[in-house]
T-cell receptor
Framework: DSGVTQTPKHLITATGQRVTLRCSPR?????VYWYQQSLDQGLQFLIQ???????AKGNILERFSAQQFPDLHSELNLSSLELGDSALYFC?????????????FGQGTRLTVV | GENVEQHPSTLSVQEGDSAVIKCTYS??????FPWYKQELGKGPQLIID???NVGEKKDQRIAVTLNKTAKHFSLHITETQPEDSAVYFC???WGTGGGADGLTFGKGTHLIIQP
């Protein structure tokens, strides 16, 4: 158990809908990262937050947004969902920011868009 | 941006033999190279990492080597056991100069340990 908690574990929704994925980082970790894992794209970095502020953006679509709250948990919001958004979404956390920082992953949320 | 290539995509070895997975990266500024193991239905688990100021690191049956000049790094697993069967991912960490970072992952290697 990495100590990173993600909810829900599974989510099934229809195209055009909006969903929110939640992540609680390891105790004391200030950085939260979101990744998307799909068969064709592999594991792709979406966005990073550090102590409530956005620090880095990867291949995140404009329909997606995230935030980190004062208690350090984070939410990833996915809107106007398309079939191609079906994937595993992982949250990872690390104690600080900057390169060369180890990151620990949660168990993921499997999103299915029908 | 960073690009990480990983080979092979599938590796089958006999139990007790060694397994080697290789990765190359493109951005010479990358300075952190973790390896993750992912079992079915689970999230990636950090198993070992290496920083750019080190050429080799070992942890029991697992070792990682880094060649900065050639921009490649490898995972070595010795005395493989059935529980080593999983998908292994290499990654390279990049920075944006503001202290932020993200990981670029390879496509993964499905390691199969044959009894």
């Amino acid at each position: 158990d990495s100590g990173v908690t993600q909810t829900p574990k599974h989510l099934i929704t229809a195209t055009g809908q909006r969903v929110t994925l939640r992540c609680s980082p390891r105790s004391g970790d200030l950085s939260v990262y979101w990744y998307q894992q799909s068969l064709d794209q592999g594991l792709q970095f979406l966005i990073q937050y550090y102590n409530g502020e956005e620090r880095a953006k990867g291949n995140i679509l404009e329909r997606f947004s995230a935030q980190q709250f004062p208690d350090l948990h984070s939410e990833l919001n996915l809107s106007s969902l398309e079939l191609g958004d079906s994937a595993l979404y992982f949250c990872a956390s690390s104690p600080r920011t900057g390169s060369a920082t180890e990151a620990f992953f949660g168990q993921g949320t499997r999103l299915t868009v029908v | 941006g960073e690009n990480v290539e990983q080979h092979p995509s599938t590796l089958s070895v006999q139990e007790g033999d060694s397994a080697v997975i290789k990765c190359t990266y493109s951005d010479s500024a990358s300075n952190y190279f973790p390896w993750y193991k992912q079992e079915l239905g689970k999230g990636p688990q950090l198993i070992i990492d290496i920083r750019s100021n080190v050429g080799e690191k070992k942890d029991q049956r697992i070792a990682v080597t880094l060649n900065k000049t050639a921009k490649h790094f490898s995972l070595h697993i010795t005395e493989t056991q059935p529980e080593d069967s999983a998908v292994y991912f290499c990654a390279a960490s990049w920075g944006t100069g503001g202290g932020a970072d993200g990981l670029t992952f390879g496509k993964g290697t499905h390691l199969i340990i044959q009894p």
